[in-house]
């Protein structure tokens, strides 16, 4: 049977458009607005479904004070679709589930899940895709006290031992070398 190289294409467009994705997410858990910066075309608008409209640079120029500090997020992104509209445009539309931790250290602290769905509009340039329009939809959320036993006790009788994930430049991704100095 023959190759199909446009089929082969289009298995390579929608890998570096689910990268793209992920690597967005990595930057918004890890604190690195760079990598957040790396998902969009420099003329790329970000509309965070009511809470941001507008050019995306100034989206990233906002998060690059806020992420170092924020607190501790985690992003899963699910149902991932990616439909290509010819060689150069796409729209994708994925579910992020979002888990954040809000005044831990405080008598008021709790634990927040999202889940916020994406629609992006994708362009591939230079040989690249990145986004050239983002929209957000909320669909819900969900609270609950700030409550972490680990498992009970069952995965960490002492949670002090345990490595933890953090922001740039501390977290285990930018200081874990695999053994290859």
Same mark, same amino acid.
């Given at each position: 049977?023959?190759l199909?190289?446009?089929?082969?294409q289009?298995?390579? +467009?929608?890998k570096a458009?689910?990268?793209v994705?992920?690597r $967005?997410?990595r930057?918004? +858990?890890?604190? /690195?607005a760079?990598?957040?910066?790396g998902?969009y =075309?420099? /003329?790329? !608008?970000? /509309? &965070?479904?009511?809470t941001?409209?507008?050019?995306a640079? #100034? $989206?990233?120029a906002?998060l @690059?004070?806020v992420?170092?500090?924020?607190p501790r997020?985690? =992003?899963a !992104?699910t149902n991932?679709?990616?439909?290509?509209?010819d #060689?150069s =445009?796409a729209?994708?539309?994925?579910? *992020?589930?979002?888990f954040s931790? @809000?005044?831990?250290?405080? %008598? +008021?602290? $709790? #634990?927040?899940?999202?889940? %916020?769905?994406l !629609?992006?509009?994708?362009?591939?340039?230079?040989g690249?895709?990145?986004?050239?329009?983002r929209?957000?939809a909320?669909e819900?959320? &969900?609270e609950?006290?700030?409550?972490?036993?680990?498992?009970r006790?069952?995965?960490?009788?002492?949670p002090?031992?345990?490595?933890?994930?953090g922001?740039?430049?501390?977290d *285990?991704?930018y200081? $874990?070398s695999?053994g @290859?100095?």
């Amino acid at each position: 049977m023959p190759l199909d190289e446009k089929a082969v294409q289009e298995l390579l +467009d929608k890998k570096a458009i689910e990268e793209v994705l992920v690597r $967005y997410c990595r930057g918004a +858990d890890r604190g /690195d607005a760079d990598l957040i910066a790396g998902a969009y =075309h420099a /003329d790329a !608008i970000e /509309d &965070h479904g009511g809470t941001f409209l507008g050019k995306a640079s #100034d $989206y990233i120029a906002m998060l @690059r004070k806020v992420l170092p500090t924020a607190p501790r997020m985690s =992003h899963a !992104i699910t149902n991932m679709l990616i439909e290509l509209e010819d #060689d150069s =445009h796409a729209t994708s539309e994925c579910y *992020i589930m979002t888990f954040s931790r @809000r005044g831990e250290g405080t %008598a +008021d602290g $709790y #634990d927040s899940l999202t889940m %916020a769905r994406l !629609i992006d509009k994708f362009e591939k340039r230079d040989g690249q895709w990145k986004i050239s329009h983002r929209r957000l939809a909320w669909e819900w959320n &969900h609270e609950m006290p700030l409550r972490e036993t680990w498992g009970r006790g069952m995965i960490a009788p002492d949670p002090s031992v345990l490595i933890r994930g953090g922001k740039m430049p501390n977290d *285990i991704l930018y200081n $874990y070398s695999l053994g @290859r100095d």
